[in-house]
Nanobody, 121 residues
Framework: QVQLVESGGGTVQPGGSLRLSCSASGSIFSISAMGWYRQAPGKQRELVAGIGSFGATNYLDSVKGRFFISRDYAKNTMYLQMNSLKPEDTAVYYC???????????????WGKGTLVTVSS
């Protein structure tokens, strides 16, 4: 079994910062792609930031320069540093990891349960 635990969500004023974490545990051989998605009320889920096996990153245009994704390979943990937060960043944020459970097996996609980020004055 694989478990994903997200933390770091909460309520912050516009211009504030939050740091999200997503830790994976259980039967894990390797983790390739990792990403943060978000879903605002009435909207589709969208990719906010992604990081590949070798550290290459990509970002949603609206968060470039404000959000920064990183990973700790030893801890199987991914982070999302969110700065200069705006009300339009309000959403439930989900982590997604491509995990290979045993050597030679194909990777499967796993989702966290989500953490709510609210940006409001």
């Amino acid at each position: 079994q694989v478990q994903l635990v997200e933390s770091g969500g909460g309520t912050v004023q516009p211009g504030g910062s939050l740091r999200l974490s997503c830790s994976a545990s259980g039967s894990i051989f390797s983790i390739s792609a990792m990403g943060w998605y978000r879903q605002a009320p009435g909207k589709q889920r969208e990719l906010v930031a992604g990081i590949g096996s070798f550290g290459a990153t990509n970002y949603l245009d609206s968060v470039k320069g404000r959000f920064f994704i990183s990973r700790d390979y030893a801890k199987n943990t991914m982070y999302l540093q969110m700065n200069s937060l705006k009300p339009e960043d309000t959403a439930v944020y989900y982590c997604n990891l491509d995990i290979q459970k045993v050597v030679g097996a194909s990777s499967s996609s796993y989702w966290g349960k989500g953490t709510l980020v609210t940006v409001s004055s």
